[in-house]
C-alpha cells in the first residue's frame, strides 16, 4: 500500500486562489478604467496592471518554493525542482522557472544589478527585456504573462504550479 506523506496534500493551493481572484477582479476593473475614461488608455493599463501583475508572480513564488519545502523540508533542492517544469516555446527553460524569475525582476526591477545570474539567464532566453527603464510595452512581467497565458488568465498559471506540484512528489 502506497502512503501519502501529509505534506504531499496541497493544503496552500486554496489561499493562492483567493490571492489570484483578487488581482483578476484589480485587472478586470482596471479594464473597466479603459473604457470609462478617455485619458486612460493602454499604456495607462499597462502600468498599472505591471505592479498588480509583480505581485501574482510574487504570490505564484511563494507557492511554489513552499511546495519545494513541503517535499524536501528543504530548499537546497528548489532550483533542480525548477527544472521539472515544462519547457515553453522550445526554450531552455521552464515554465516555472519564468515564473520564479518574473518575480524576482518584479521585487529587483529598480536595481536590476541586484538580480541573480539565474533569474537574468532565464529572461535573457526568452529575450525578455529587464534593464532598468524598459518602457511598459516592454515589461518583461507583461510579456513573461504572455508567453505563460496568451489571454492574461491566471487561472492557467494556477493550473501550472499546482500540477507541477502534484510532479513533484513522483520524483526523488
Excluded: C
Amino acid at each position: 500500500m502506497n502512503k501519502t506523506h501529509w505534506k504531499q496534500l496541497d493544503y496552500r493551493i486554496d489561499s493562492l486562489s483567493l490571492i489570484i481572484k483578487g488581482i483578476e477582479k484589480n485587472i478586470e476593473e482596471l479594464k473597466e478604467k479603459v473604457n470609462q475614461n478617455s485619458f486612460y488608455d493602454g499604456l495607462w493599463f499597462l502600468a498599472e496592471s505591471e505592479a498588480t501583475l509583480g505581485i501574482a508572480f510574487i504570490a505564484f513564488q511563494n507557492y511554489i518554493n513552499s511546495s519545494v519545502y513541503d517535499r524536501h523540508e528543504s530548499l537546497v533542492k528548489q532550483y533542480e525542482a525548477y527544472k521539472e517544469g515544462n519547457k515553453l516555446n522550445g526554450k531552455e527553460s521552464t515554465d516555472i522557472e519564468l515564473i520564479i524569475s518574473l518575480a524576482n525582476y518584479y521585487k529587483h526591477r529598480d536595481h536590476p544589478s541586484n538580480l541573480s545570474k539565474p533569474t537574468v539567464n532565464v529572461l535573457l532566453d526568452f529575450n525578455l527585456q529587464y534593464k532598468k527603464g524598459t518602457d511598459i510595452e516592454n515589461s518583461p512581467l507583461i510579456k513573461g504573462l504572455e508567453i505563460l497565458s496568451e489571454n492574461w488568465d491566471l487561472q492557467e498559471l494556477i493550473t501550472i504550479v499546482k500540477d507541477w506540484r502534484d510532479e513533484l512528489w513522483k520524483i526523488d
